[in-house]
């Protein structure tokens, strides 16, 4: 994976190092993109079990989950001090660019949100295939939205238009940023969503029909012990029998004739959770559906002014490079470089 970790100044192998340093940068990568990462720690020799390897390659560590805890603190720590806030609480000004988009008939296209998608899975994956490479590296789209998104902030950028109903085009200065509507959208839902995780609650919109969403036996048990955490962000549901709920409220951003579909998949999408998650992954993992559920999605024609909404409020949010989980949420073009296709200097 491109993680070297070394004890005491001596490489060595250890999975519980690179699976640490790994989840810590989950949601702020790419999904399926690694880190390239040295770690280098250094603990009391008592900590230190080095006869697990006949060469002494490999170590354990007595208390792992104390340098798990620790790695993925410093990580978190270094990935603040670079401009990225892995809080994820978004300030209430970024809302203030424009509301929810439009009330409009979704697609199917969308691929599906499951939680195997999303930053708390530790194990290899299969390595995804890089992009065919350019002749150089000037004519290679960029997708270190990273580095290149504060700067849409300081300087005037003008929304173009929307392609194929997916994507919004932005301009600026002498670059076309391509913002994935369905990502940019989760990401945004999501940070709203974390930011209500202590005593703020997400606005809700009462049901005049509240749906009654049936589940299995064991889904409606896993349900049950979630309700809580649902009301937080901005759902009421009930419970309506052994293995039924009737959703009451939903969050206000949940589009109008959507609001059952969405309780729907959300209620299933929760009912798949482990029993054994703790609350951090719960927490998560309710933010991750509920984004994905409730998002505009590919294919959807939106309005201009729902278009400079989208823009404005990804703009603002904390983490806009990805979506919550970890694919990018925009590329950008440079103007070199379609001068180029054209042979024009």
Known sequence: RGILVYVHGRPVENRMGTDAMTGACRGV????????????LELPGS???????????????????????????????????????????????????GGPPGRRPRSDGEDPYTPDDVPFAVGPRETM?????????????????????????ERPWEVRGQFADTFI???????????????????????????????????????????LVELSAAEAGRVSEMLELLSSYGFRVETAGAAAFRVQAVP???????????????????????????????RHLTRCAIACKAAVKAGQRLTREDLLGLVRRLLASPNKATCPHGRPTTAELSESQVRRWFRRS
Do not use: W
């Not at 295939?129 to 902030?153: D, G, T, V």
């Open 29 to 40: 990568t790419p999904a399926q993109r690694f880190p390239q990462a040295v770690l280098f």
């Open 252 to 282: 206000e951003f949940v589009e109008a004739g959507e609001e059952e579909r969405v309780a729907a998949e959300v209620l299933a999408e929760l009912a798949r959770i482990g029993d054994d998650a703790p609350l951090a992954q719960r």
């Open 169 to 211: 085009l932005v301009e600026y200065a002498d670059r076309l940023l391509v913002i994935d509507q369905h990502a940019a959208h989760e990401r945004i839902i999501y940070e709203e969503l974390a930011a209500c995780d202590g005593e703020r609650r997400a606005p809700s919109q009462e049901l005049l029909l509240p749906p």
């Open 47 to 97: 900590q230190i079990d080095v006869n697990v390897h006949p060469a002494k390659a490999e170590v354990k560590f007595a208390d792992e989950g104390a340098v798990r805890r620790l790695v993925k603190a410093g990580v978190a720590r270094a990935l603040t001090e670079a401009g990225i806030d892995l809080a994820a609480v978004m300030p209430l000004a970024a809302q203030e660019g």
């Open 129 to 153: 295939a890089p992009f065919p490479r350019a002749e150089s590296r000037e004519e290679q789209i960029s997708f270190s939205a990273e580095a290149a998104l504060p700067l849409y902030e």
